[in-house]
Nanobody, 118 residues
């Protein structure tokens, strides 16, 4: 079992920045692929950025060049640095930990609200 706790959300003006953090429990954090997803009311939860256990990152087209995902396994933490925020980035952001071998494991945090508005 992995428990995930997100923090860092809030209200920011367009063009501003926020850094989300997600702290995971347990000693096996480093073996999980981590991801940040976001969800708006009435819509599905979409992948924003992911980072593998080996540190390879991938991004949704909508955030490429603006958001950066990183991880610090010594601190059991994954980050999402968000720059150049736009109103359409407004959503609840969720942290995810996943691995498929030897069995599928999929864990979610409780979410943190990000609101981009003037």
């Amino acid at each position: 079992q992995v428990q995930l706790v997100e923090s860092g959300g809030g209200l920011v003006q367009p063009g501003g920045s926020l850094r989300l953090s997600c702290v995971g429990s347990g000693s096996t954090f480093r073996i999980y692929n981590m991801g940040w997803y976001r969800q708006t009311p009435g819509n599905e939860r979409d992948l924003v950025a992911g980072i593998t256990s080996g540190g390879i990152a991938n991004y949704a087209d909508a955030v490429k060049g603006r958001f950066t995902i990183s991880r610090d396994n010594a601190k059991n933490t994954v980050y999402l640095q968000m720059n150049g925020l736009k109103p359409e980035d407004t959503a609840v952001y969720f942290c995810n930990a996943r691995r498929r071998v030897p069995v599928l494991e999929d864990y979610w945090g409780q979410g943190t609200q990000v609101t981009v508005s003037s």
